[in-house]
Nanobody
């Protein structure tokens, strides 16, 4: 059974930084595409970016240049480094194991950007 756990959310001031971590289990992590999403209540879940097994990444235009995704295949962990945070980045952030027919999701972690 695939399980996904996110860590690292919290309150941060505009312009600040935060790093989220994601630890999945029940998968062959080194072969797996992983993704980060975020969701604001009342809006659709938005993909922030993803990372392939060998580290190739793609980030959404709204976060490109501010957010970066990385992975540690020894520690089976994916990271979302968020810099220069803005109030509009406030959301619940979810980590996903990308697979067919449907992704496996974590429970989400709240990120609030506010002064």
């Amino acid at each position: 059974q695939v399980q996904v756990a996110e860590f690292g959310g919290g309150l941060v001031q505009p312009g600040g930084s935060l790093t989220l971590s994601c630890v999945p289990s029940g998968i062959a992590f080194e072969n797996q595409v992983m993704a980060w999403y975020r969701q604001v209540p009342g809006k659709e879940r938005e993909r922030v970016g993803f990372i392939g097994p060998r580290g190739a990444t793609s980030e959404a235009p709204s976060v490109k240049g501010r957010f970066s995704i990385s992975r540690d295949n020894v520690k089976n962990t994916v990271f979302l480094q968020m810099n220069n945070l803005k109030p509009e980045d406030t959301a619940i952030y979810y980590c996903a194991v990308v697979k067919s027919p449907s992704n496996s999701w974590g429970q989400g972690t709240q990120v609030t950007v506010s002064s």
